[in-house]
Nanobody
Framework: QVQLVESGGGSVQAGGSLRLSCAASGRAFGAYDMGWFRQAPGKEREFVAA????????HYIDSVKGRFTISRDNAKNTVLLQMNSLKPEDTAVYYC?????WGPGTQVTVSS
């Protein structure tokens, strides 16, 4: 089992920044990619960003490229998502993802 807990969500105005954090724990946690997904009201959950175990490989959905940065600290079993220049369309519940495991999510609300 792996437990994922997100933090760092909140409400900001357009153009603002937030940093999401996901802490992983559990005996099954190992050297795999981690990622972030989001789900806006009335929409399906979508991929946002992912990072390889080494941190050398990252991948982003086009709509966040240049604004979001994913990183990880393997010593702390933590993955971060730095979100800058936030837009109202970034409003969603953001979920941390690791293999088949999901965190409970953290709400991000961006007002215009």
């Amino acid at each position: 089992q792996v437990q994922l807990v997100e933090s760092g969500g909140g409400s900001v105005q357009a153009g603002g920044s937030l940093r999401l954090s996901c802490a992983a724990s559990g005996r099954a946690f190992g050297a795999y990619d981690m990622g972030w997904f989001r789900q806006a009201p009335g929409k399906e959950r979508e991929f946002v960003a992912a990072i390889s175990w080494s941190g050398a490989g990252t991948h982003y959905i086009d709509s966040v490229k240049g604004r979001f940065t994913i990183s990880r600290d393997n010593a702390k079993n933590t993955v971060l998502l730095q979100m800058n220049s936030l837009k109202p369309e970034d409003t969603a519940v953001y979920y941390c993802h690791y293999t088949q495991y999901w965190g409970p999510g953290t709400q991000v609300t961006v007002s215009s």
